[in-house]
């Protein structure tokens, strides 16, 4: 595997969606035969070449050399500012994630977008490549310019291809990521000025310009300074996982959406927030983060029992599941702020999880919904009956949303809970509550719609599975499965990543390089 060092790989995986974009542009609206195969071919690359990555990365190396398949150039040299691409264990299994993903959802909208799908398709290529960007970027100035370019396409995926309140969600949505975008912005400014001439009192360290991520894991801000970035920061990430109290556009965005912005919100883009608080806030800000580690993990615990409480309640399928997400995030930042390797550990293979099992649910309900064009629970009833394929894909993702054993959400949680109960048993016990509490609603919401007796006449004679959806739910169902009962190539991946960041904000669990 020693060639993948010597091709920029990364900037192939991120371009090739982007390249697809731009040859779609020069194909008449009218060929969507041809621009549904662009844009299937340019993502399924994208993935393919992905796969090498897993392949390719060397999970043995420890501290900085974690960072590799490193493409480097200056960009703006008077800046400081390096088109800087490079990515550690964590970044490797979310690249994977995304890849994947985008294909699927390029796929799944075959029969569901039926206008404007040239810009449809284009728009989705080019969230990928700014998604992509996101998780390979080692430069913070690259970093913010594929953050913001992913608000663009996502937001006119939900204006125009939306539900009955699209507009309403597009504008809610854009406006909550950029308050949040602005903010972050602002603490990547405070951090370049400190690491040169100094501000607002804060007198600079002199060194020359840089915007390079890893040099700022190491430069010590002071404690006070610390505090103010750790805030601008948090509101940022916090948006966009989105924590509780944050998320009140979270379930609009997910509702109005079309199916594939649903998949990719849900699997990509929210974890775009926990990703920060892992690749920033816990390395760069260290302090601040363990002095906000109670309102941190509070919060955490209110999303997973309030998420799961609100998702009880709803009687829109999408809803219900838009609100598990609040639930299930939850679990992932109070795996973050554990601040141990178990919690850190769980906490970004959840990440993976999150994506896999809610994504696959968003499939389908976007399946039932081209067939009933409703997504109300009690429209159906008796499914099981009239479509007993799509009942059994529909039970296996939803236990695995659920954390059955032998499935990958188990694995996921369980590890969160051991680094949350090495803190605190109470911390452990509440978030418990909210496993039940998600069985609670899934069974709840399957029961209702797949068994009970037919009463709607709609439903006694709806197609069952074709072959090009259960295409779109296969990956899914091996990948849940694999994690489930074979966790370890995952693990062993993201054990080092893990041990660099914990060794920087709790460097007490470590001693000569072992757990104490």
């Not at 194909?27 to 897993?54: C, D, H």
């Not at 799944?108 to 799908?117: D, L, N, P, V, Y």
């Not at 178990?342 to 389908?364: C, D, P, R, Y």
């Amino acid at each position: 595997m020693d060639f993948l060092f010597k091709i920029p790989i990364l900037s192939v995986i991120t371009y090739l969606p982007l390249l697809g974009a731009i040859l779609i542009l020069f194909v008449k609206k009218e060929n969507t035969k041809a621009i549904k195969f662009i844009a299937t071919l340019f993502a399924g690359l994208s993935f393919l070449v992905s796969i090498f990555l897993w392949f390719g990365y060397d999970f043995t190396k420890e501290g900085v050399e974690i960072f590799q398949f490193i493409e480097k150039a200056n960009w703006i040299p008077s800046l400081g500012v390096q088109y800087y691409f490079g990515i550690d264990g964590i970044a490797l299994l979310l690249v994977l994630l995304t890849t994947l993903l985008s294909f699927i959802s390029v796929y799944c909208s075959f029969t569901a977008i039926t206008f404007r799908e040239k810009e449809y398709y284009l728009l989705l290529l080019i969230l990928e490549t700014g998604m992509l960007g996101v998780f390979c970027s080692l430069d913070f100035f690259l970093f913010y310019l594929f953050w913001e370019i992913m608000l663009v396409p996502m937001y006119f995926l939900i204006g125009v291809w939306g539900g009955e309140r699209k507009l309403y969600a597009a504008i809610k949505f854009f406006l909550y990521t950029l308050l949040g975008s602005v903010l972050m912005l602002l603490g990547i400014l405070a951090l370049y000025f400190y690491n040169t001439t100094g501000f607002l009192g804060f007198q600079g360290l002199g060194n020359p310009p840089t915007l390079d991520i890893l040099h700022f894991h190491n430069i010590g801000l002071p404690a006070n300074l610390q505090f103010w970035v750790f805030l601008a920061f948090f509101i940022g990430f916090a948006i966009k996982v989105p924590m509780f109290p944050f998320h009140t556009w979270l379930p609009d965005a997910h509702v109005e959406a079309p199916t594939a912005g649903s998949v990719i919100l849900a699997g990509i883009l929210l974890k775009m927030g926990t990703y920060g608080f892992v690749r920033f806030s816990l390395p760069i800000m260290p302090e601040a983060t363990k002095q906000m580690v109670p309102y941190l993990v509070t919060l955490s615990i209110i999303a997973i029992i309030y998420g799961a409480l609100v998702a009880m309640a709803q009687p829109d399928m999408k809803k219900l599941i838009a609100n598990s997400s609040v639930s299930h995030l939850g679990f992932v930042t109070l795996g973050i702020f554990a601040l141990n390797p178990s919690g850190l550990s769980g906490a970004t293979l959840q990440m993976i999880n999150h994506g896999i099992s809610t994504g696959g649910l968003f499939l389908l309900v976007g399946i039932i919904y081209e067939r009933r064009h409703t997504k109300l629970i009690n429209a159906f009833g008796g499914l099981s009956y009239s479509m007993p394929n799509y009942a059994i894909y529909f039970m296996i993702i939803a236990l695995s949303s659920m954390g059955l054993p032998a499935m990958n959400g188990f694995v996921g949680e369980f590890t969160i809970l051991i680094g949350a109960f090495h803190n605190s048993w109470v911390w452990a016990l509440l978030a418990g509550a909210g496993i039940v509490l998600g069985a609670a609603y899934l069974l709840w919401m399957y029961q209702r719609v797949f068994y009970g007796k037919i009463d709607k006449e709609e439903n006694k004679n709806l197609p069952d599975l074709n072959l090009r959806e259960k295409l779109t739910l296969i990956p899914l169902i091996i990948l849940i499965f694999w994690i489930g009962l074979y966790p370890k190539p995952y693990f062993k991946r993201m054990e080092n990543s893990v041990k660099y960041i914990v060794k920087i904000v709790s460097p007490d669990y470590y001693t000569k390089g072992e757990i104490k």
